[in-house]
DNA sequence: GTCGTATTTAGACGCTATCTAAACATGGAC
DNA sequence: GTCCATGTTTAGATAGCGTCTAAATACGAC
């Protein structure tokens, strides 16, 4: 709770109930959860907190970088909560997500593109996940 | 025209009217168009084609390899008329998804993954391109 | 030509996401 | 504390993309 609280204070968001709520809810999610997946989450501790409250929230989330907003899954947006860079390998049976270490991958000759300005990449792997 | 039969029946697709004219729209169109904007273009020369059937015949064509089906833009999926590998950069202001030559850019460490077999990957930067 | 299968069609439906307008809460000035 | 301006939340309407359905149509094999 105080926690949350600070994470917001410290992204420069007003922290309300609301928010506070849905933020603490994202510390105890796993993966790769689409809005809808957040706002039936946080309506097991909320349970009046509207969908427009929720989806207002993810995009404040994600524009101060608490989150990161992906389109990576087919109709639908979803939310990554680590923080740090990493790769998405997306499991073409069953549509998972799966993180892919930063420094498990390296990417050659980002630096020499001069036609734009790169902001951030990422390397997007389909496949499938070994059975072990 | 001829091309275009011919092209889906090397995919293994039987070649309605419809199918052909979807086809050789395509054969004309540039970028990553969305299903809407395939079946808007395809009515131009095909003006009773219904959305379904444009729909189903892109569904097809991505199952045969003919147009790749991408998740690249938030909201909708687009389909990728190019069939060589390559790599893509969105531009963060405008939305529009502009391709990276394969070349441009090497990936290292794919071969290592051990924990899933790779069907396909590529890297997906988001930047903004020089004006010039 | 006849039959069975594949395809197409218009419209209904479902899902994700955004918008709207009203209600509500909050923080600062006094 | 009270008042006001601003920011936030809410329920429901709306929009956009895509799929489904049932009926009509076209097609290939024989």
Redo the contacts with the bound molecule.
């Keep these: 709770m105080v926690k949350a609280i600070q994470q917001l204070r410290d992204a420069g968001i007003?922290p309300?109930?609301?928010?506070v709520a849905v933020a603490e809810r994202l510390r105890t999610m796993e993966g790769h959860p689409?809005?809808?997946e957040v706002l039936h989450a946080v309506r097991q501790t909320y349970p009046?907190?509207?969908?427009?409250?929720v989806?207002?929230?993810l995009?404040l989330f994600a524009d101060h970088g608490v989150v990161h907003k992906r389109t990576l899954r087919e109709?639908?947006?979803v939310y990554d909560l680590r923080s740090e860079p990493h790769h998405h390998m997306i499991d073409e049976e069953t549509g998972v997500i799966h993180d892919v270490p930063w420094d498990a991958l390296h990417v050659v000759g980002v630096d020499e593109l001069t036609d734009f300005d790169v902001l951030e990449y990422q390397v997007v792997i389909r496949g499938r996940l070994h059975r072990s």
Excluded: E, F
């Design positions: 007003h309300t109930a609301q928010r689409t809005a809808d009046t907190i509207s969908r427009a409250t989806y207002n929230a995009a109709g639908t947006t």
